[in-house]
């Protein structure tokens, strides 16, 4: 009567390999990533995929910030700062995907 309450703790079944980096078993790598470099890869992309919008919003804040300062000093040099701020924002973004990318490529290829 007290077989029926039996609960093994692992499946004892073994399942197909799903492409998974290899891996053969219960357990398989919901997000497909097999090494570093591509963990990097993966992580660079998504914060290119959401900056380059971030970017997109603020070169259209810095438009209007420029419009606003119709020609007084000061706020010509506000928008004037905000602009090399997003520009720099915007070199470190696709700079670090470019330098990435071409690092993973050049290990590719020695390999």
């Known amino acids: 009567m007290l077989d029926q309450f039996i609960v093994y703790a692992a499946d004892v079944i073994p399942r197909p390999s799903s492409g998974n980096c290899g891996g053969s078993g219960p357990i398989s790598n919901p997000i497909n990533i ?10 660079l992309e998504i914060v290119v995929q959401v900056g380059l919008p971030v970017l997109v919003v603020a070169i259209v804040y810095v438009g209007f910030l420029f419009v606003q300062a119709r020609g007084a000093p000061d706020k010509l040099s506000e928008a004037k700062r905000a602009l090399l701020g997003v520009v720099i924002g915007a070199a470190i973004i696709l700079g670090a995907y470019i330098i990435s990318s071409a690092i993973g490529e050049t290990i590719n290829s020695l390999k």
Do not use: A, G
């Open 34 to 43: 097999c090494s570093i470099q591509d963990f990097v890869n993966k992580l």
